[in-house]
């Protein structure tokens, strides 16, 4: 087996292994990274969320004379 046959089964084998596993990596990176990034933002709406719900809370237990003109409202 000559010099330039090995080099044509490396680079006809080799290079396309090679290339697969590059873009493995690389995808596993990017789900890791999405992710994490659905995390924070599903953290973030259920704040906003409990911040929403206590304003609400407060403002039905304040504006008590508003049940009695706007009943739909609470």
Not at 44 to 61: C, F, G, P, S, Y
Request: aromatic share 10%; hydrophobic share 45%.
């Amino acid at each position: 087996m000559d010099i330039k046959t090995c080099l044509d089964i490396i680079a006809n084998q080799g290079f396309p292994i090679a290339l697969s596993i590059l873009l493995i990596f690389r995808i596993g990176k990017f789900m890791q990274e999405t992710v994490t990034a659905q995390k924070d933002d599903y953290r973030q709406i259920l704040e906003n969320n409990k911040k929403i719900h206590n304003t609400i809370t407060t403002l039905k237990a304040a504006n008590t004379w508003a049940t009695f003109f706007f009943p739909q409202l609470l």
